[in-house]
């Protein structure tokens, strides 16, 4: 006579198993996903073969050289796999937790630049008011971002408005305008404002990462100009000190309170003329599944504060 199957049935796998599996196609590589579990590579082969049995299916493709491709099958359920993770997860933070009060980890990306503005008043206020949430950071430019919400290891991030990929859903937090960044003792600095062409024959040390370096090349582009790159720096900090030693000029967004560079050099921030679209400053999450309790709260409370706005 046929079992009949109850809801009472444990599955033939286990969440360890799935753990390794999703690792393993994040990493590429079962050695890669060995080192990052602190387990060894033949433990995670045997593993992902084991649940590959209990599935009855093929998971992936590992070829010794090129690590290891996923099947469709493979696919489907890592992304069924993160799921089920995440869920226990949970589980296993509400149990922990008191009647309304958060506990659990928040994975956040932010933009490096944006990370000096966005990051202190959050992690200040929702540290505070919720103590036992971790609060991880993971400073990212947006293409390297790439896929890190859709896997989960990315909560909620800080991000320009530029295209990122995937879908996510997102809020608008803030806008401000590009600025032109001089040394204190450029004639230009005792102006208010610059016009891009009293800048575009002079050394433009640019900020070099996605979106900012597309960003200062398209203001440039709107006004039929191609500036002189001197330097190509990917530090928000970098290219001040090199601007405060009057080694060329910057286009940033973000505007600090402190007006010299890390080194002590004073610089002048100048509004640019003609204006320029402002950029905008969003928090992004991704679109499914559902974003737990406690990274919804840190969603409302980041939309709550009081951000810089356009002079």
């Known amino acids: 006579m046929d079992r009949i199957l109850t809801t009472f049935d444990a599955p033939s796998f286990t969440l360890r198993q799935l753990s390794f599996l999703v690792c393993a196609a994040e990493e590429g590589t079962v050695a890669g996903a060995a080192a990052r579990l602190h387990a060894s590579p033949s433990a995670v082969s045997e593993a992902l073969t084991e649940l590959e049995r209990s599935l009855g299916a093929t998971l992936m493709v590992r070829r010794r050289a090129r690590g290891l491709t996923l099947t469709s099958t493979g696919v489907d359920v890592v992304a069924r796999a993160r799921a089920l993770l995440a869920a226990s997860r949970e589980l296993e933070s509400s149990l922990r937790a008191a009647p309304g009060e958060l506990v659990g980890p928040i994975t956040i ?8 503005t966005v990051l202190p008043p959050i992690l200040q206020g929702f540290g505070r008011a919720h ?13 390297r971002l790439k896929g890190r919400l859709e896997s989960g290891q990315i909560d909620v991030a800080f991000v320009y ?21 001089l040394a204190a003792d450029d004639p ?31 203001l440039f582009a709107a006004q039929g100009l191609v500036p002189r790159v001197r330097h190509r720096v990917q530090s928000y900090e970098a290219v001040r000190a090199l601007v405060g030693r009057g080694l060329g000029y910057g286009i940033l967004v973000q505007r600090p309170a402190n007006q010299a560079s890390y080194d002590g050099y004073p610089v002048a921030m100048l509004e640019i003329v003609p204006e320029v679209p402002t950029v905008g400053i969003d928090v992004i999450w991704p679109a499914s599944p559902e974003p737990t309790e406690r990274a919804q709260a840190l969603i409302g409370f980041a939309r709550s504060l009081s951000w810089p706005q356009p002079r």
């Open 131 to 143: 103590p036992r949430v971790e609060l991880e950071i993971v400073e990212a430019t947006h293409d």
């Open 161 to 181: 408005d530029t295209l990122v990929p995937g879908e996510p859903r997102r809020a608008r937090l803030f806008e401000l305008p590009a600025h032109a960044v």
């Open 109 to 116: 990306g932010c933009y490096p630049t944006l990370a000096p």
């Open 188 to 218: 230009l600095a005792a102006e208010p404002t610059v016009h891009l062409e009293q800048l575009v024959e002079r050394d433009l040390i640019l900020l070099d990462a996605p979106p900012s370096s597309e960003h200062t090349m398209s």
